[in-house]
């Protein structure tokens, strides 16, 4: 595979650099920048800003309104959008169970919910982990029983992502408690709205509030909120989290917080001379250099050479993605010094002028220190995702 830019890959890579500078909203912008609190309001705007240039699925074939790019286009446009400063998109609906329902969702199913995940007319969320049933989701305990007019599901789901911000949650539910845990699973789509769903917070390591658990107390779900067959859901859900996995490498991330790391070693003292004037961490920026340019490579390999979608490789991503991340966030800390560890949530707030100790981004270094602890968990945690690739690509 020849990885050098041609001549109209320069030049796309410079359309989505201007598209960025003119189009992202400032405030947004200097959210990101400084690490803080995004709003539901600021990833809808980006994605209508994007959705009115005709880029509102990258990801997404022509035929679903989707940009039909290239993977090099795609991993051009995720690294330029975020070094310039955009949120990320949200995965839920775009890269989960969008892809999910263009391969085995009904003609019906997918003209009624796709167009609308274009600008987050619909906001998703995911329902699979529970208190009992994390890295080992077949155990699931969650079921919909059937009625006349449809399932009747009860059940706790945890760790749901931005759940207080959802109306739907495609969620995998148990149909037959007799069956083997894998088959007895299907995969229903939630209205989060209705009466018996209840969302409670969850507050995370660094103070924020990005994840819930949600209770289901006889709620009432269509049959035609089912996603292709009864009892298949084990099979959708391996193929929607191979896309999970992969958009968890988060490359433009890498990037984007390579470069900061760079800008505050060049920024902040140490011992009266700039931190990246010692030579300890200079071989320490260069090393995780090194290994984003390898995840790169790895992560256009593999989307270049999938033609059914992400297989166990995802796994691969997902490990070296999750590793590369925290170590950003250890060597971002690790400028800042004591400074980094005095910290408070509400220093992340957008307009909040007091941001502790030292240089302002100390309070964001650890904060994001704190977040990226989850990384090597959520999508399925390090031991998990190991576990497939000695089963699935070593065969062992």
């Known amino acids: 595979m020849d990885l050098n830019l041609t001549q109209e890959d320069i030049a796309f890579r410079e359309e989505v650099r201007q598209f960025v500078a003119t189009a992202l909203p400032q405030d947004i912008k200097d959210k990101v920048f400084k690490h803080q609190r995004l709003e539901n309001t600021d990833y809808i705007r980006w994605h209508h800003a994007l959705d009115d240039h005709g880029w509102g699925a990258p990801s997404w074939p022509v035929e679903f309104g989707g940009t039909g790019w290239t993977a090099l286009q795609k991993l051009i446009f995720e690294i330029e959008s975020f070094k310039g400063g955009a ?47 994390g890295s080992d989701l077949a155990s699931l305990k969650t079921r919909a029983e059937k009625t006349p007019e449809g399932y009747v599901v009860n059940g706790q789901k945890t760790w749901t992502t931005l759940g207080q911000y959802a109306d739907w949650m495609f969620c995998l539910v148990r149909t037959d408690p007799d069956a083997k845990p894998q088959r007895g699973i299907s995969m229903l789509l939630i209205d989060m709205r209705q009466p018996g769903v209840t969302v409670r917070p969850i507050k995370t390591l660094d103070g924020g509030h990005d994840v819930n658990e949600v209770w289901l107390e006889d709620v009432k779900v269509p049959y035609e909120n089912l996603v292709g067959n009864e009892n298949e859901g084990w099979t959708y859900a391996k193929y929607l989290l191979g896309h999970e996995r992969t958009g968890i490498a988060g490359i433009g991330l890498c990037y984007r917080e390579l470069q900061i790391l760079k800008d505050l070693a060049a920024e902040v003292q140490w011992n009266g001379k700039p931190a990246n004037q010692d030579s300890r961490l200079k071989d320490k920026i260069s090393l995780i250099e090194a290994d984003i340019i390898a995840l790169e490579m790895m992560l256009l390999r593999i989307a270049s050479d999938s033609t059914q979608g992400p297989g166990p490789q995802a796994s691969v991503l997902k490990i070296r993605g999750s590793e590369v991340q925290q170590d950003l966030a250890k060597l971002q800390l690790e400028v800042m010094g004591l400074n980094g560890w005095p910290y408070s949530p509400s220093w992340l707030e957008a307009g909040s002028d007091v941001f502790g100790p030292g240089h302002e981004f100390a309070a964001a270094a650890s904060a994001n220190y704190f977040d990226m602890r989850k990384t090597t968990i959520y999508g399925g945690t390090t031991e998990v995702q190991k576990s497939i690739i000695a089963k699935q690509i070593l065969d062992v």
Request: net charge positive; proline share 13%.
């Open 87 to 133: 949120p990320r998109l949200l995965p839920f609906g775009l890269s989960m169970i969008g892809p999910v329902l263009m391969k085995y969702a009904s003609p019906e199913m997918q003209q009624r919910f796709l167009p609308r995940m274009l600008r987050i007319e619909d906001w998703w969320c995911q329902g699979y982990s529970e208190p009992g049933a």
